[in-house]
């Protein structure tokens, strides 16, 4: 008897044990979990930027919007008080741009009032950038002209 329960307790914890393993289409698995898109990832990363920015439009917060900031030029958006620093920064915020700056906020741009600390791994740059991109964070120059 006690060998059926045996034979029965492992039935149970191989079958959900197989549940745990999702296939994914690419033929790996993972735990639990489906996989998030980066985008989604992004989300979760933009939590550490929602309190002094925003999304959509550009409504301004303690920092400028974010609406349009990939190609964007750097200190553009009007009526917004940039520190000296960024006033003076001359660049178009891009991919390169972006990841350095949200490295290492200070060291980029010395005498900027951004008092975040940075983003130190570069998955969650390239995370935070596939959101901002998929909420509308594409610069579009001919609207601007």
């Not at 990939?70 to 972006?98: C, H, Q, V």
């Not at 200070?106 to 596939?130: C, H, N, S, W, Y």
Request: proline fraction near 4%.
């Amino acid at each position: 008897m006690r060998f059926v329960f045996l034979i029965v307790g492992v039935a149970i914890i191989l079958t959900a044990g197989v549940a745990w393993f999702v296939s994914r289409e690419d033929g790996s698995r993972t735990m639990g979990k489906p996989e998030l898109s980066s985008a989604e990832r992004g989300k979760f990363v933009f939590r550490r930027c929602q309190a002094c920015h925003a999304i959509g439009e550009n409504k301004k917060l303690t920092g400028p919007g974010l609406a349009g900031v990939i190609n964007r030029p750097s200190g553009s958006i009007e009526g917004y008080r940039y520190s000296n620093a960024m006033a003076a920064l001359s660049i178009i915020w891009d991919e390169k741009t972006l990841t350095e700056f949200l490295t290492k906020p200070r060291a980029f741009v010395p005498g900027t009032k951004m008092g975040f600390g940075g983003i130190k791994k570069p998955q969650e740059i390239q995370d935070l950038l596939a959101y901002l991109v998929a909420e509308g964070g594409l610069h579009d120059a001919e609207a601007t002209q």
